[in-house]
């Protein structure tokens, strides 16, 4: 019996190990990229979607300054 049960931990810590090593390489779900080329969309990588922030945010402080300049 305790053969038994020493076996069936190992077979559990085995399958554990196996289903986070394909979690955590993207083979359980479909990833985002996946998902919108199927739903027809753009998709945007995490990278090019920090830069398009950067951006916009330095977009609206350059606006803000000459509203506030043209206040004056």
């Known amino acids: ?3 038994k049960s020493q076996r069936q931990e190992k077979k559990t810590e ?3 190990q196996s289903i986070l ?3 955590f390489s993207g ?11 199927r739903e027809g969309r753009d998709y945007e ?4 979607l920090l830069e398009r922030i950067k951006a ?4 609206k ?12």
């Open 14 to 16: 085995k399958l554990r």
């Open 45 to 48: 990588t995490a990278e090019v």
């Open 61 to 72: 402080k350059k606006k803000t300054i000459i509203l506030l300049l043209f206040r004056i």
């Open 56 to 59: 916009e945010k330095g977009n």
């Open 27 to 37: 083979q359980l779900v479909e990833t985002e990229a996946e998902i919108a080329r």
């Open 1 to 3: 019996m305790k053969q």
């Open 21 to 23: 090593e394909k979690a």
